[in-house]
């Protein structure tokens, strides 16, 4: 399924989780809802759609940074690296983390990714 068809789905299935999500869960999709329509209004379509094949590998995995053993590891990575790339991928015991990096508030997260097997082609 190409980019076009892919977008209108995905908001579609956003609206669907809204009907049974909590008000948090709500805000939480009307922003990813929004987010897509922003992607495709400001002309952001096809680097987005760069951005996802690259995601989705041919051998499956996700371009990482850094890999580390354990999550205390990779969280010691975050705290003591001077400028953390956010919007990167670390592996932590083989799972994809975002690295997430608030620079005007110095406010560094790791936060689960979708795992390979998730991708958004299959």
């Known amino acids: 399924m190409n980019m ?3 977008l209108p789905k995905v908001q579609e299935l956003l609206v669907r989780l809204r009907t049974t999500a909590s008000s948090e869960e709500k805000e939480l999709l009307a922003v990813a809802y929004f987010a897509l329509d922003f992607i495709e209004v ?3 379509f096809y680097p987005f759609e760069a951005f996802l094949q690259s ?8 371009p990482t940074v850094a890999s580390f053993g354990s999550l205390a590891e ?6 003591e690296h001077p400028e953390p790339p956010h919007g990167a991928y670390v592996l932590v015991s083989g799972q994809p ?3 997430f990096h608030v620079r005007h508030l110095d406010r ?3 936060l689960p ?3 390979p097997g998730t991708r958004a082609s299959e």
């Not at 995601?55 to 996700?62: M, V």
């Open 4 to 6: 076009h068809e892919l």
């Open 42 to 44: 400001t002309g952001n």
């Open 55 to 62: 995601w989705n590998s041919p051998d499956g995995t996700l």
């Open 74 to 79: 990779a969280e010691t990575w975050l705290k």
């Open 97 to 99: 983390y975002s690295v």
């Open 108 to 110: 560094r997260l790791l």
């Open 113 to 115: 990714a979708p795992s």
